[in-house]
């Protein structure tokens, strides 16, 4: 008499789940296709880090990295980008105020008058500990300053992403 | 990479009541920028200096004569920023800046977008 096959539950499920996919997948030319795909659909844009850090961040006007120097700029040399994309950590319960403001440039670089051009403001009243996120749609400009301030002190995290879209071939 | 947005002009203008282009051209005939067929969008930003409204007016065209015309006034007070953004109609090779208003300086700089 033959010896019965012992399989457990788990195996058995693997295979009922594994063997149709597997039967799918084999003979499918994913590696071309994937390149031909490539090819024909370059990317429309990408996304590019310009900073990442964090600052406490208390009642003064601060900007992301800390800041409190009106003239500064956050981020320099934006021209290119279409949008910027701020995501944020917030340790402290507080609510947190910013503003986000904008100038252009000459050709050496020098602001073209003082001051700042407002682009948008407004508060940030997620939990402690939680993420955050702000599209910043007003886009092409040289430079850009983004502002924080809290009512009691608390460190806040930052990533400023920026959108450089490819031109059409 | 090629750049999605290049700067066309960037300088300092003695606006008056006579209407001149951003080169200080008063013929109306001639263009302030040439070979512009590539920008979908035309950013304008700077500050003037005075409170009074800045009108300006934005013509597109070639050779041939202007085939378009946008017209609009800059209205920010003494000192402060302003952004305008011009979308182009049709995409022509020709454009021609010109403003006119009560005596100021304007400072400013045109960012033309392709696309």
């Not at chain 2, 202007?66 to 305008?84: D, E, K, L, M, S």
């Amino acid at each position: 008499m033959q010896e019965p096959i012992r399989i457990t539950r788990r195996e058995m499920l693997k295979c009922i789940l594994a063997a149709p996919l597997s039967a799918v997948l084999t003979g499918l030319p994913a590696p071309r296709a994937h390149a031909q795909l490539d090819e024909f659909s370059p990317p429309e844009w990408e996304w590019v880090l310009l900073w990442e850090g964090r600052a406490t961040i208390d009642n003064a006007w601060r900007d992301i990295k800390g800041n409190n120097a009106n003239p500064f700029a956050t981020v320099s040399r934006t021209t290119n980008y279409s949008q910027l994309l701020w995501t944020g950590y917030k340790m402290g319960g507080v609510n947190l105020e910013y503003r986000v403001l904008a100038r252009s440039v000459d050709f050496s670089g020098m602001p073209l008058a003082s001051g700042w051009f407002p682009i948008g403001q407004g508060v940030i009243t997620t939990p402690p500990q939680r993420w955050f996120r702000l599209m910043i749609n007003e886009g092409h400009w040289d430079e850009y300053r983004i502002e924080l301030r809290s009512a009691s002190p608390q460190i806040v995290h930052s990533r400023l992403l920026a959108r450089w879209d490819y031109l059409p071939k | 990479m090629q750049s999605a947005a290049e700067p066309l002009y960037t300088g300092e203008l003695q606006v008056g009541n006579a209407s001149v282009d951003l080169l200080r051209q008063s013929d109306p005939a001639l263009p302030t920028f040439v070979n512009c067929r590539a920008y979908r969008v035309l950013l304008w930003t700077g500050v003037k200096t005075g409170n009074a409204p800045l009108q300006y007016t934005v013509r597109g065209g070639d050779q041939h004569g202007w085939q378009w015309t946008h017209t609009g006034a800059i209205q920010t007070g003494a000192n402060q920023w302003f952004r305008v953004a011009i979308k182009m109609p049709r995409r022509t090779a020709w454009l021609r800046i010109e403003v006119a208003g009560a005596t100021q300086r304007l400072r400013s700089k045109i960012v033309g977008v392709r696309g």
